[in-house]
């Protein structure tokens, strides 16, 4: 399906048969989408009926939602669809937890054959976990251009107070209204565009990756995800006024992202050292204490990886090699001490260390071209006037948290929340104050 935006004096054309398309590319790999069908635009909620006909012959259906996505969209829904089984799930602390799925798992009704996400990032992965460990297909119908996470085929879960990426199922379809996306409350909104600006350390890690250790790596993939980015770059001031079409723009970003994992069949495109800022804050903070949503910790993340990546760059060549030694592996004795209860679930996580037998000589063999990629990324400051253009978080204190007590442990300790080769991992060896 093809829309038409205006991008400042750009106008545009948003191609989703494209993406969706099976193709070979020059990467080696064959890049395919479990995604079947997209309709996005103004109105696109009165097209699900024939959305569900086209794509398949279902008959028992049921929508997922919480209360405040029932209101906006989930009530409407299933009166489309009727008859339908809905469960509204209670929003408050609602996390995509072992709790919520359960929930969800009791109140299934027997001889469901398809599942409708109403919601935003935390309703879709319940969603999605539930309909791959039940054999259930399902279609996506965001209420809000919140998270990338829309179209992805696996779930961010906390479990057992560990956040996981698990194996889950990607959409057979999505249906996203731009009218209901476009009113969604404005930090949703800015929470997305954290979420997308994230892309910037996400990318430059990878390439960090295919560098040191000769990672997979698809440049037509970086390409698509970079060009979504400086799209949203370039229309988020207009975000807050409510544009349709900025608004799109946003929308057709996230879910870029989401396809591009699909593609890779990994998490490198959408995901970096910002993310796992996030992901250690989520695992380790209560909520009680910090309430922010996924895409403003990934926001802050950014923020502060940018900061870390700009300042190691200010050093010279004799500075960097003076300051930098091998790659040391975290002890037993210092996961246990950083995550307490947690530290089974990162000793497995760790198990083997994707950074093990990195010598300072092989990152310096590569530092011309990590600087470059650094020269690239935007500046602290330029990423602050973005993300002020929509009233987004930004800094740890934003969301509740103080720099001074948590910043030292970020930087060190959140890279062993996943078991991935960043350039903050990599900068645990590296000393900043000698």
Request: hydrophobic content about 40%; proline content about 3%; overall charge negative.
């Amino acid at each position: 399906m093809l829309i038409t935006v205006k991008n400042g004096s750009e106008t545009m054309n948003l191609d989703f048969t494209s993406i969706l398309t099976e193709c070979s590319c020059s990467c080696g790999r064959v890049h395919s989408s479990e995604v079947r069908r997209i309709v996005m635009k103004q109105g696109a909620l009165s097209e699900l009926p024939s959305v569900i006909a086209e794509i398949g012959d279902y008959h028992r259906l049921c929508v997922i939602c919480d209360e405040n996505t029932y209101r906006v969209a989930g009530k409407r829904v299933a009166e489309m669809i009727s008859p339908a089984q809905i469960i509204v799930l209670n929003p408050d602390h609602l996390h995509a937890n072992e709790k919520a799925v359960g929930m969800v798992q009791n109140e299934l009704g027997d001889g469901m054959d398809l599942l409708i996400a109403v919601g935003s990032g935390t309703v879709h992965d319940i969603t999605r976990y539930v309909a791959y460990h039940s054999g259930l297909s399902f279609i996506s119908v965001p209420t809000a251009a919140s998270v990338d996470g829309y179209v992805s085929n696996v779930a961010a879960m906390t479990w057992n107070g560990a956040k996981k990426t698990m194996t889950a199922c990607a959409p057979i379809a999505m249906v996203a209204d731009i009218d209901i996306i476009a009113d969604a409350p404005m930090r949703l909104t800015a929470s997305g565009v954290g979420d997308m600006l994230g892309k910037y350390t996400a990318l430059l890690d990878w390439k960090i990756g295919k560098l040191l250790c000769d990672e997979y790596y698809c440049d037509r993939i970086v390409g698509t995800v970079e060009r979504a980015v400086v799209n949203v770059k370039n229309s988020v001031e207009k975000l807050q006024s409510g544009d349709r079409d900025s608004v799109a723009l946003l929308m057709y970003g996230l879910v870029l992202s989401g396809i591009a994992m699909q593609h890779t069949g990994i998490s490198r495109p959408a995901s970096g050292s910002e993310h796992h800022i996030s992901h250690f804050i989520e695992m380790t903070v209560p909520s009680e204490r910090c309430d922010a949503l996924h895409g403003e910790k990934v926001g802050v993340g950014l923020m502060l990886v940018s900061r870390l990546y700009h300042a190691f760059n200010a050093y010279s060549d004799a500075e960097i090699a003076e300051r930098l030694s091998d790659y040391t592996e975290a002890t037993d004795s210092y996961v246990s001490e950083q995550f307490g209860g947690l530290a089974e679930e990162i000793y497995k996580e760790n198990a083997k260390d994707c950074a093990k037998g990195i010598t300072r000589e092989q990152i310096l063999a590569v530092l011309p071209e990590i600087r470059r990629e650094i020269k690239a990324l935007p500046t602290p400051e330029e990423l602050s006037l973005l993300l002020d253009a929509c009233g987004a978080c930004k800094t740890l204190a934003d969301i509740g948290l103080s720099e001074v007590e948590m910043l030292p442990e970020l930087y060190a300790v959140a890279p062993l929340v996943r078991n991935r080769l960043t350039l903050m991992r990599l900068l645990r060896c590296f000393s900043f104050s000698k």
